[in-house]
């Protein structure tokens, strides 16, 4: 079984300034990470995700995610946000097989001008 | 072109009722998810077909809650004798074959409140 803990329920930040999301994931083995954005009464959409190769991911959107093993961190992180970077980030893992994503429990990124 | 479509966007029942959720997936994606969402939190699995058949429906709460896709494209969710705690966001998600390389795309989902 695996889970994902998304440390931070909410980060406010200032337009322009630089931002990380945390993720952090347990499982028995290797997985693939996946990030999404939700905004208000919309679905959701996939930001970035690692399968394998370099750990460095970049995404839409100029956002970008390190893969850490042992760490067992996948961070999302932008270095200048806007607001329309405003809403609900998503960590997800995969279940090794490819049919089912477990979701942490989102990040609410508030841009303030 | 048109993405995953989701009907109604927002259902209110009551105690007991049995109500229907329907998803239209992307044209010619094989695989369908299922997951719920609760109020500030994460999706939740529920159910996933590829094609006609629930390839893998482990993450359905109880015996309330059923799901079909009889012809391999739209899929309905079921649930019978609703309850006040079956409150939540019911989304659907599609791709093209299930694996990790292909991207599950998701609709904008059902907001289902039982009163």
């Known amino acids: 079984a695996q889970s994902v803990t998304q440390l931070d329920s909410q980060v406010p930040v200032f337009e322009e300034a630089p931002v990380e999301l945390r993720c952090n994931y347990s499982?028995?083995?290797?997985?693939?990470l996946f990030w999404y954005v939700q905004y208000p009464n919309q679905g959701l959409q996939l930001l970035l995700k690692?399968?394998?190769?370099?750990?460095l991911v970049k995404g839409i959107n100029g956002f970008e995610a390190e893969f850490n093993k042992s760490q067992t961190s996948f961070h999302l992180r932008k270095p200048s946000v806007h607001i329309s970077d405003t809403a609900e980030y998503f960590c997800?893992?995969?279940?090794?097989?490819?049919?089912?994503?477990?979701f942490g429990g989102g990040t609410r990124l508030m841009v303030k001008p | 072109g048109a993405g995953v479509s989701q009907t109604p966007s927002n259902k209110v029942t009551e105690k007991g009722k049995y109500v229907e959720l329907r998803c239209d997936p992307i044209?010619?994606?094989?695989?369908l998810y299922w997951y719920r969402q609760s109020l500030g939190q994460g999706p939740e699995f529920l159910i996933y077909?590829?094609?006609?058949?629930?390839?893998?429906d482990s993450g359905l709460p109880n015996d309330r809650f059923f799901a079909v896709r009889p012809e391999g494209s739209v899929s309905t969710l079921k649930i019978q004798r609703t309850e006040r705690g079956d409150s939540a966001v019911y989304l659907c998600?599609?791709?093209?074959?299930?694996?990790?390389?292909?991207?599950?795309?998701f609709g904008p989902g059902t907001r289902l409140t039982v009163t």
């Open positions: 998600a599609s791709s093209f074959l299930a694996g990790d390389s292909y991207e599950q795309y």
């Open positions: 499982s028995s083995v290797s997985v693939y």
């Open positions: 690692y399968l394998s190769g370099s750990t």
């Open positions: 997800a893992v995969d279940n090794n097989a490819g049919n089912m994503l477990t």
């Open positions: 044209s010619g994606h094989t695989a």
């Open positions: 077909f590829q094609g006609t058949g629930a390839a893998d």
